[in-house]
């Protein structure tokens, strides 16, 4: 991988967004204080499933690649978000910007420190490629980052291949911290010309919650990664006190998840899922992963 520092960037003052101070992604990043956060985490936060070894390098990074892939192909599509830009636009107007000739993904401090053992750029690269960390085939994570390197190219969800070397274009920057939090990344799309088409940072703040930076050039502003899980929140008529964390832990071993009751709070958090609970999906999805550790190998 390269080890070519970036030029550092002017660091400027951060500005969480208002409406989404209140996510579990802003409490993990320390955006609010425990006391002024509207709600306590809950075991359907913390109990997720996702590929290992870390939820803040490898399930965070995957994340913030498929959103990254997910924006890429809003900006290329015609009469998308990127159209109006001069130096990539295509010659037909509202054509769509023309496809990227590359992507580029840089990984700073703790990501770039210790990415390579905790799989973040394989992460990154499943992100890319669309896969989800919930769902994705134990062998696309062993073979995926040789197949592209070898094929010199990536097919990026949504917007089709794009010339990629793992190698060359994923760059591991321990020596800068970005402002906001220790585990940042950017992801970069290239047009011929050498100009931006999109550049987005990421920062992964641990359980797999990923904060964005969508403001301004110049003008940070960071909000929760629009996804349904991480912005969705309810009012609870009670604080849920966190020995009910260890309760609900003890009562999931003890009598199986599809007997664990869900207390009004929670219930008021989260709405009540298909089949009646929350925590069997976790559950099995875990029994599912120790059976094929166990029998495939």
């Known amino acids: ?130 896969y989800e960390p919930e769902t994705v085939p134990a062998v696309v994570c062993e ?10 190219e990536l097919v990026v969800d949504g917007v089709g291949p794009i010339p990629f070397s793992p190698s060359v274009d994923i760059h591991f920057l321990p020596g800068r911290v970005l402002p906001y939090h220790v585990n940042g990344m950017t992801l970069t799309a290239y047009c011929a010309s050498g100009a931006e088409i999109l550049r987005r940072t990421y920062y992964s703040v641990g359980g797999g919650f990923v904060m964005e930076d969508v403001g301004a050039p110049g003008s940070p502003s960071i ?20 020995h009910h964390l260890g309760r609900a832990a003890c009562d999931l071993r003890a009598r199986g998840p599809e007997r664990v009751r869900r207390r009004p709070g929670q219930r008021a958090l989260r709405p009540q899922p298909r089949g009646g609970h929350g925590l069997p999906g976790p559950a099995a999805g875990h029994d599912a992963r120790l059976h094929r550790g166990r029998h495939e190998r």
């Open 143 to 152: 073979s995926l980052m040789e197949e592209v390197e070898a094929a010199g």
């Open 223 to 242: 909000q929760a990664l629009a996804t349904a899980s991480a912005t969705q929140v309810h009012a609870t008529p009670r604080a849920l006190p966190l």
């Open 1 to 130: 991988m390269a080890l070519t520092e970036a030029p550092a960037a002017q660091e400027t003052a951060l500005v969480s967004a208002a409406l989404d101070s209140a996510t579990p992604a802003a409490l993990l990043a320390g955006a609010i204080d425990v006391e002024q956060a509207p709600r306590p985490l809950s075991v359907f936060d913390l109990m997720r499933i996702g590929i290992g070894p870390s939820s803040s390098h490898t399930v965070g990074p995957m994340r913030a690649g498929r959103a990254f892939s997910r924006a890429l192909a809003e900006e290329v599509r015609p009469g998308g978000a990127g159209a109006s830009d001069v130096e990539c636009a295509s010659p037909a107007p509202g054509s769509g910007l023309p496809q990227p000739s590359r992507i580029t993904v840089e990984l700073y401090g703790s990501l770039g420190a210790t990415g390579r053992g905790h799989a973040t750029d394989r992460a990154a690269v499943m992100g890319l490629a669309g």
